[in-house]
């Protein structure tokens, strides 16, 4: 069954990042914008990674053909997915959000076909086309059509997918160099001085939180840049395939945080449509491409 530990690792990342979803959307129901939580988050988050670096004693000196690389990590990997994800996410239900995140092994496999000349076996094209199937009745086009689902959401979730595809496909090449707590930290310092040049919060020092939305706050930035810890420590000991399959445990542990937490329900499209999503993810990566 391979590494244990790195089953345990990236299990433990799904999870987290499913709670992240649904404790990101409550904090939005306090009155915060998803901006100025996300850069707040972020900053945390970084903090976090550089006391991990510390912590662990290893050297955090990139070599430099690596600094391209990394920076792409955090700005288009770290920073993109993070605001695609979490606007679409103050527009979305959890549920629905992550569901569409998780379309992103689709993109991964995709990207193989068109920048590494892979060929597809009927198993994966099957797949491709249960994704595809999946997402339409995740959105449910008979609801978007009388206002119910913002579509622009929707695709703003679906670009989250695909920058997210991105993350794990260069976060492979990256650890196979580099730790595991260095990659961590400078893609979260990327990203976040690009939140920072892009939305430039110095109002954030003025910012005036109750005491629920501190600590709401806090809670997201441990359980949204925890995870990614975590899912590279469990990446870099089993691989980006078998890493995908084991953290489409994220989506279930999310539908009923959402359910239990914030009320949200799926109809009966929206059910089938994360069970397609979730075989297609599975059979993308159980089945080798040739």
Same mark, same amino acid.
């Given at each position: 069954?391979?590494?244990?530990?790195?089953?345990?690792?990236?299990?433990?990342?799904?999870?987290?990042?499913?709670?992240?979803?649904?404790?990101?959307?409550?904090?939005?129901?306090?009155?915060?914008?998803?901006?100025?939580?996300?850069?707040?988050?972020?900053?945390?988050?970084?903090?976090?990674?550089?006391?991990?670096?510390?912590?662990?004693?290893?050297? @955090?000196? +990139?070599?430099?053909? /690596?600094?391209?690389?990394?920076? %792409?990590?955090? !700005? *288009?990997? #770290?920073? =993109?997915?993070?605001?695609?994800?979490?606007?679409?996410?103050?527009?979305?239900? @959890?549920? +629905?959000?992550?569901? /569409?995140?998780?379309?992103?092994? %689709?993109?991964? !496999? *995709?990207? #193989?076909? =068109?920048?590494?000349?892979?060929?597809?076996?009927?198993?994966?094209?099957?797949?491709?086309?249960?994704?595809?199937?999946?997402?339409?009745?995740?959105?449910?086009?008979?609801?978007?059509?009388?206002?119910?689902?913002?579509?622009?959401?929707?695709?703003?979730?679906?670009?989250?997918?695909?920058?997210?595809?991105?993350?794990?496909?260069?976060?492979?090449?990256?650890?196979?160099?580099?730790?595991?707590?260095?990659?961590?930290?400078?893609?979260?310092?990327?990203?976040?001085?690009?939140?920072?040049?892009?939305?430039?919060?110095?109002?954030?020092?003025?910012?005036?939180?109750?005491?629920?939305?501190?600590?709401?706050?806090?809670?997201?930035?441990?359980?949204?840049?925890?995870?990614?810890?975590?899912?590279?420590?469990?990446?870099?000991?089993?691989?980006?395939?078998?890493?995908?399959?084991?953290?489409?445990?994220?989506?279930?542990?999310?539908?009923?945080?959402?359910?239990?937490?914030?009320?949200?329900?799926?109809?009966?499209?929206?059910?089938?449509?994360?069970?397609?999503?979730?075989?297609?993810?599975?059979?993308?990566?159980?089945?080798?491409?040739?």
């Amino acid at each position: 069954m391979g590494n244990w530990y790195g089953y345990f690792l990236v299990i433990a990342s799904a999870a987290l990042f499913g709670a992240s979803s649904v404790v990101v959307k409550f904090t939005y129901s306090t009155g915060l914008a998803p901006i100025p939580v996300l850069i707040m988050q972020n900053t945390c988050g970084m903090i976090l990674a550089w006391g991990w670096v510390i912590a662990s004693g290893k050297s @955090a000196k +990139l070599p430099r053909p /690596l600094v391209p690389r990394m920076a %792409a990590q955090g !700005v *288009l990997g #770290g920073f =993109l997915t993070s605001i695609l994800f979490y606007t679409a996410l103050g527009q979305l239900g @959890a549920a +629905l959000a992550t569901l /569409l995140l998780y379309t992103y092994p %689709a993109f991964v !496999v *995709l990207y #193989g076909v =068109l920048f590494r000349n892979y060929t597809l076996g009927v198993s994966q094209k099957t797949a491709l086309a249960m994704a595809l199937v999946g997402i339409i009745f995740c959105v449910d086009i008979l609801e978007a059509q009388v206002g119910r689902v913002a579509l622009w959401a929707v695709a703003l979730a679906l670009g989250s997918a695909v920058t997210n595809a991105f993350i794990s496909i260069n976060g492979e090449r990256l650890l196979a160099v580099c730790e595991t707590p260095v990659v961590t930290a400078w893609a979260l310092t990327f990203s976040t001085a690009t939140m920072y040049l892009a939305y430039q919060p110095l109002w954030l020092l003025e910012a005036n939180l109750s005491g629920q939305q501190m600590a709401l706050v806090a809670g997201g930035a441990f359980l949204c840049n925890i995870p990614l810890m975590l899912y590279f420590a469990g990446l870099k000991r089993i691989g980006a395939n078998i890493s995908a399959i084991v953290s489409t445990v994220e989506i279930p542990f999310t539908l009923i945080l959402a359910w239990l937490i914030l009320q949200e329900t799926l109809n009966g499209y929206q059910i089938v449509g994360g069970v397609l999503i979730m075989a297609s993810v599975i059979i993308l990566y159980r089945q080798r491409i040739e």
